[in-house]
């Protein structure tokens, strides 16, 4: 393993690549990036943005993560929103800390299977890559592996298309990119943790082991010589907030504790190829836990009786289970960050409070502390003894 890995730190340096010093030996601790994927951020206004964005550093974070949204026929952003990621930009290089945007569409009908949109999307994400000079990391979709996003999973006959077109639009992204910013990383998959692959369901999913198999299918049959990725990218959540962090799946499920599952499925579908697989490094872009609201907090949130909020852990139980991923993934040798989802909470209890901050996106819960002492460390590899 170590062999392979210095390998892989050399082939990172050689073509200026962000993670050579994030490889390492396994078996040891190591820094990783600590963040938050959050649109809460999204101002126009620069002074809110920043006002914004500091809360990440109180928590202890050195990245951020936003969503853009892209629809058929873009190929640049609204002049709107190139302000507000300028702003955002701005704030992030203020604080020296590693900036991702993730590009996809509204709604899951929009995903661009046909050439011509395929094309739009990576002059879309040229674009943004040509505009903001300091983003240091480009999210190709959100979660392809779901019909939320990504319509087409399986085409009439039951065959499996969603990852072959994934796979083409991740290619021309990540030569679009590189032909801008060659130190860009091209954050790929980011992938749901779970799927059925049944073409039946009312509910195509693909599971990402599935999904990840057949993007090495895609891959190899191209007969592409180039990588189509930088950083591996999936969202380890649970399915429920009650389940520590490290708790594996025995499927085709995949969270923070199947990482040796990950990294093999990596290695079977890329290995041999100019792409590479089993040494690829890893992001756990989305993770999130949710927490209860006190009554003091609650007059910042609505539907207090839905039934999703029983899906909550106490303020505590919500500090140590990002502990316990942060432990987990510093002792993982190709993982290279994690990132919570949210800063702020949703206000909507329908939807998800899994922030280190209540929904006024100003007042920190008990949580913070615990959090930030542990992102801290995990950022300088310092959270645990990996023997």
Same mark, same amino acid.
């Given at each position: 393993?170590?062999?392979?890995?210095?390998?892989?730190?050399?082939?990172?340096?050689?073509?200026?690549?962000?993670?050579?010093?994030?490889?390492?030996?396994?078996?040891?601790?190591?820094?990783?990036?600590?963040?938050?994927?959050?649109?809460?951020?999204?101002?126009?206004?620069?002074?809110?943005?920043?006002?914004?964005?500091?809360?990440?550093?109180?928590?202890?974070?050195?990245?951020?993560?936003?969503?853009?949204?892209?629809?058929?026929?873009?190929?640049?952003?609204?002049?709107?929103?190139?302000?507000?990621?300028?702003?955002? +930009?701005?704030? %992030?290089?203020?604080?020296?800390?590693? =900036?991702? $945007?993730?590009? !996809?569409?509204? *709604?899951?009908?929009?995903? /661009?299977?046909?050439?011509?949109?395929?094309?739009?999307?990576?002059?879309?994400?040229?674009?943004?890559?040509?505009?903001?000079?300091?983003?240091?990391?480009?999210?190709?979709?959100?979660?392809?592996?779901?019909?939320?996003?990504?319509?087409?999973?399986?085409?009439?006959?039951?065959?499996?298309?969603?990852?072959?077109?994934?796979?083409?639009?991740?290619?021309?992204?990540?030569?679009?990119?590189?032909?801008?910013?060659?130190?860009?990383?091209?954050?790929?998959?980011?992938?749901?943790?779970?799927?059925?692959?049944?073409?039946?369901?009312?509910?195509?999913?693909?599971?990402?082991?599935?999904?990840?198999?057949?993007?090495?299918?895609?891959?190899?049959? +191209?007969?592409? %010589?180039?990588?189509?990725?930088?950083? =591996?990218? $999936?969202?380890? !959540?649970?399915? *429920?907030?009650?389940?520590? /962090?490290?708790?594996?799946?025995?499927?085709?499920?995949?969270?923070?504790?199947?990482?040796?599952?990950?990294?093999?499925?990596?290695?079977?579908?890329?290995?041999?190829?100019?792409?590479?697989?089993?040494?690829?490094?890893?992001?756990?872009?989305?993770?999130?836990?949710?927490?209860?609201?006190?009554?003091?907090?609650?007059?910042?949130?609505?539907?207090?009786?839905?039934?999703?909020?029983?899906?909550?852990?106490?303020?505590?139980?919500?500090?140590?289970?990002?502990?316990?991923?942060?432990?987990?993934?510093?002792?993982?040798?190709?993982?290279?960050?994690?990132?919570?989802?949210?800063?702020?909470?949703?206000?909507?209890?329908?939807?998800?409070?899994?922030?280190?901050?209540?929904?006024?996106?100003?007042?920190?819960?008990?949580?913070?502390?615990?959090?930030?002492?542990?992102?801290?460390?995990?950022?300088?590899?310092?959270?645990?003894?990996?023997?």
């Amino acid at each position: 393993m170590l062999k392979v890995l210095v390998v892989a730190v050399l082939a990172l340096v050689l073509a200026g690549g962000a993670w050579a010093l994030f490889l390492r030996e396994d078996g040891k601790d190591h820094p990783i990036l600590v963040g938050a994927l959050e649109d809460g951020v999204k101002w126009a206004e620069p002074e809110t943005a920043d006002q914004k964005v500091e809360f990440a550093t109180q928590a202890g974070f050195n990245a951020l993560n936003v969503t853009t949204a892209w629809v058929p026929g873009q190929t640049t952003p609204t002049p709107e929103e190139l302000t507000i990621l300028r702003s955002i +930009s701005a704030a %992030t290089e203020k604080r020296d800390m590693h =900036f991702v $945007i993730t590009a !996809y569409a509204p *709604r899951p009908v929009f995903a /661009p299977v046909s050439e011509e949109e395929q094309q739009n999307y990576a002059e879309f994400a040229a674009t943004i890559a040509r505009e903001l000079p300091s983003l240091q990391g480009f999210a190709v979709w959100n979660e392809p592996n779901l019909k939320n996003f990504w319509l087409y999973q399986f085409d009439v006959a039951g065959e499996d298309i969603a990852p072959r077109d994934y796979t083409s639009l991740l290619a021309k992204t990540y030569d679009a990119l590189k032909a801008v910013n060659p130190r860009i990383d091209v954050y790929g998959g980011n992938l749901a943790p779970r799927g059925f692959d049944d073409p039946g369901s009312p509910r195509p999913t693909h599971s990402p082991t599935t999904f990840i198999r057949e993007m090495g299918t895609a891959y190899r049959e +191209s007969g592409r %010589t180039k990588p189509i990725m930088d950083v =591996f990218s $999936i969202h380890p !959540y649970q399915t *429920r907030s009650s389940i520590p /962090p490290g708790q594996p799946h025995t499927g085709t499920s995949l969270g923070i504790g199947d990482y040796e599952k990950l990294v093999a499925l990596l290695g079977e579908a890329f290995d041999g190829s100019a792409q590479p697989g089993s040494d690829l490094p890893i992001a756990y872009t989305e993770y999130g836990v949710q927490s209860e609201i006190p009554e003091s907090a609650q007059a910042s949130y609505s539907n207090l009786d839905s039934p999703l909020a029983r899906d909550a852990v106490s303020e505590e139980t919500q500090a140590e289970y990002y502990r316990q991923a942060l432990e987990l993934a510093v002792c993982q040798p190709t993982v290279i960050a994690v990132f919570i989802f949210h800063l702020f909470d949703e206000a909507d209890l329908n939807r998800w409070q899994s922030g280190p901050y209540y929904a006024d996106a100003t007042t920190p819960k008990s949580s913070l502390p615990a959090i930030r002492d542990a992102a801290s460390k995990a950022r300088k590899g310092e959270l645990t003894n990996c023997s």
